[in-house]
Each structure stands twice: as structure tokens, then as C-alpha cells.
């Protein structure tokens, strides 16, 4: 997994999946953490998953096996130590990083959805 790559020197916690982070649409509102959010960033690899925090998202394209050759690994890899090294909280960060490639919203999933862009590494689909 993750400790294989690296990555888990940047990781105070992870968090997968659960019945208590569903919103609609499937969407996981980092806002039920209960944590500053200037500090939390979330690997997904689907924009409905991730509409409502964007600014602390990095989509990635799907894979089953992580392995420390995973040149999409070894991207985030990258990113999280840019990240680490500098001083400007997430939300700040992501959408300014020339690390991350940065598409327009295919649809909106509500009417609170912005039309900011979505943020990732790779082929990840918006």
C-alpha cells in the first residue's frame, strides 16, 4: 500500500471509505472531519466524490495495485512534499501548483456545485 511508495510519512491518518461519509451524490464532505481543513488532503479518483472540497483534492486515475513504480504515485509523492515544505494551507495550494493539472467540471451535481475547476495528476476524469 501507501507505506510501500513513501507517502505515509506525510499521513498523520488515513480515512477510507464508510457509511457515515456519504453526502449526495456520493460526494464525502471533509467538513464532518471535524479538523482545520487547511490541512487535510484527499487522493480520490472520482469528482463526485470530491465536489464539495475541491480545494483539498488531488484526483488520480484509477488503479487496483499501488507500487513504489507507479509514476502516478510517485507524482502525489511529489506534491505532498511540495506541500510539506512550504507554509500556504491546502486550499491555497492546490489550485496554484503547477504540479496538478487543473479541467473544468464536465456537469454539476447540484446547484451549490461552483464551476471551479477540479485539480490532479494523470488521465483523472473531472
Not at 494551507?89 to 473544468?104: A, D, E, G, M, N
Request: glycine share 8%.
Amino acid at each position: 500500500g501507501l507505506q510501500s511508495t513513501g507517502m505515509a510519512q506525510f499521513m498523520s491518518q488515513t480515512i477510507f471509505m464508510g457509511p457515515w461519509f456519504k453526502q449526495p451524490v456520493g460526494a464525502k464532505d471533509l467538513r464532518l472531519l471535524g479538523r482545520d481543513l487547511d490541512n487535510v488532503v484527499i487522493l480520490e479518483n472520482s469528482a463526485s466524490s470530491v465536489w464539495l472540497n475541491r480545494r483539498n483534492a488531488i484526483l488520480i486515475p484509477d488503479f487496483d495495485r499501488p507500487s513504489s513504480s507507479d509514476a502516478v504515485l510517485r507524482e502525489v509523492e511529489g506534491v505532498l512534499r511540495e506541500l510539506a515544505a512550504g507554509s500556504v494551507p491546502v486550499p491555497q495550494f492546490i489550485p496554484v501548483t503547477p504540479r496538478l493539472v487543473h479541467k473544468c467540471p464536465q456537469h454539476r451535481f447540484d446547484d451549490s456545485d461552483p464551476a471551479e475547476p477540479y485539480y490532479g495528476l494523470g488521465d483523472f476524469t473531472s
